[in-house]
């Protein structure tokens, strides 16, 4: 059975870091693509980010390009997401998620994390 | 990027209801959609992928349609469980786009 647990967020200053871990088990880490989807309080599912199998290739939405980095520790089964110049419109629950093919989407949740950017 | 809009943006039904939720995309992205369904608290659970096929496990009573640009998801019999709010998402390029959301309600 797949199990994704996330960790690390919390509350933290505009303009502040915070690193994001999803902790994977139940399948082959390093065989699949692992993403980061983000719920703003009160409002709709918004599509972060994205990292291949071997890490070595990346995609972010605009909204967080140039301060947020996916990475993933393959040896750990692990992915990451640090998050830097983070702003008020960032407070949001964070969500791994995996993708077990390409025919399918995202089909594997974590619970969530909440990152609270306020002063 | 590509742009996904849902129609109605809430749904006041009730247990037994036949319920139709639209999504449109800004493009075509074949049959490359997904519906999940979102509950307070809860993460996203996956109903259907690629327009049309129910993920195992997921009641028979949900139905997707579609291609193109245009794709239906339809619940036959509302159930209480079944209220809750629909969002589809293309994944036919990146970024993974999701609609805005339909939220099923009493």
């Known amino acids: 059975e797949v199990q994704l647990l996330e960790s690390g967020g919390g509350l933290v200053q505009p303009g502040g870091s915070l690193r994001l871990s999803c902790e994977a088990s139940g399948f082959t880490f390093s065989n699949y693509a692992m993403y980061w989807v983000r719920q703003a309080p009160g409002k709709g599912l918004e599509w972060v980010s994205v990292?291949?199998?071997?890490?070595?290739?990346?995609y972010y939405a605009d909204s967080v390009k140039g301060r947020f980095t996916i990475s993933r520790d393959n040896s750990k089964n692990t992915l990451y997401m640090q998050m830097n110049s983070l702003r008020a419109e960032d407070t949001a629950v964070y969500y791994c998620a995996s993708r077990s093919g390409t025919i399918k989407p995202l089909d594997s949740w974590g619970q969530g994390t909440l990152v609270t950017v306020s002063s | 990027d590509i742009q996904m809009t849902q129609s109605p943006s809430t749904l006041s039904s009730s247990v037994g209801d036949r319920v139709t939720i639209t999504c449109r995309a800004s493009q075509s992205i074949s049959n490359w959609l997904a519906w999940y369904q979102k509950k307070p608290g809860k993460a996203p659970k996956l109903l259907i992928y690629k327009a049309s096929t129910l993920e195992s496990g997921v009641p028979s009573r949900f139905s997707g349609s579609g291609s193109g640009t245009e794709f239906t998801l339809t619940i036959s019999s509302l159930q209480p469980d079944d209220f809750a709010t629909y969002y589809c998402?293309?994944?036919?390029?990146?970024?993974?786009?999701f609609g805005p959301g339909t939220k099923v309600d009493i």
């Open positions: 998402q293309q994944y036919h390029s990146y970024p993974f786009t």
């Open positions: 990292i291949t199998g071997s890490g070595d290739s990346t």
